[in-house]
């Protein structure tokens, strides 16, 4: 049976885990979203030959970004929760930083964004104790 400061550490724990999770699914989420919204039969239709930033279907990139951006959160998620201390740093220093860099294309609607962070900063500050 666990002692009760155990359980009180794997529930901090997964509080950070949770709050990462639910942001890289959302940062992917808003990358999908922006994917499937880019008129890309207008695109291939039309007969233009190049992607731009500014055309009707210049958000692709932005789409690929947050969605890759997602699936990094995702498994800094998943390298938090893992009981060794470098790693279990490295998931909240990647949950952190991917969920920074998916702010570019909206980071999740932002609260993506701010449960990545939030979560990453949780979980490295409640590891130390």
Same mark, same amino acid.
């Given at each position: 049976?666990?002692?009760?400061?155990?359980?009180v550490k794997l529930a901090k724990k997964l509080i950070g885990f949770f709050c990462i999770l639910i942001g890289g699914i959302l940062i992917?989420?808003?990358g999908y979203? +922006?994917?499937n919204n880019s008129e890309i039969a207008h695109f291939? +239709?039309?007969g233009?030959?190049?992607l731009t930033w500014w055309s009707s279907t210049g958000h692709i990139p932005l789409a690929y970004w947050g969605m890759i951006s997602g699936i %990094?959160? %995702?498994i800094s998620a998943v390298l938090v929760l893992l009981p060794r201390d470098d790693i279990h740093s490295l998931g909240c220093a990647l949950a952190i930083i991917f969920s920074v860099i998916g702010v570019v294309a909206s980071g999740g609607w932002m609260i993506g964004f701010i449960l990545g962070v939030? #979560? #990453?900063l949780l979980s490295a500050l409640w590891a130390t104790r």
């Open positions: 049976m666990q002692e009760p400061k155990d359980r992917f989420v808003n979203y +922006w994917l291939i +239709w039309s233009a030959y190049r %990094l959160v %995702l939030v #979560g #990453g």
